[in-house]
Nanobody
Framework: QVQLIESGGGLVQTGGSLRLSCAAS????????MGWFRQAPGKERELVAV????????KYADSVKGRFTISRDNAKNTVDLQMNILNPEDTAVYYC???????????????WGQGTQVTVSS
């Protein structure tokens, strides 16, 4: 089992920044790939960014490339998502997830956090 707890969501104006953090515990070594996903009202859950076990390989959704940065600290068992130049289209519930492969599909991730709301006002 892996437990994931997100923090750092909130309300921000267009052009602003937020930093999300995910604290992992449990059998993290068996699920070393960490991802951030988001789900807006009426839309499917989608990948934002994913990072491999050592942080050397990262993937981003096209919509966030150049604005968001995913990072991890294995000593602290945390994964962060730095979000810059936010716009209203980024408004969603953001979820941290743990899995075994660098997949963009939510179904390939076995463990999920409870989610944190990010709201960007225009």
């Amino acid at each position: 089992q892996v437990q994931l707890i997100e923090s750092g969501g909130g309300l921000v104006q267009t052009g602003g920044s937020l930093r999300l953090s995910c604290a992992a515990s449990g059998r993290t070594f068996a699920n070393p790939v960490m991802g951030w996903f988001r789900q807006a009202p009426g839309k499917e859950r989608e990948l934002v960014a994913v990072i491999n076990w050592n942080g050397y390989i990262k993937k981003y959704a096209d919509s966030v490339k150049g604005r968001f940065t995913i990072s991890r600290d294995n000593a602290k068992n945390t994964v962060d998502l730095q979000m810059n130049i936010l716009n209203p289209e980024d408004t969603a519930v953001y979820y941290c997830a743990a899995g075994r492969g660098m997949s963009i599909a939510p179904r390939d991730y076995s463990y999920w956090g409870q989610g944190t709301q990010v709201t960007v006002s225009s």
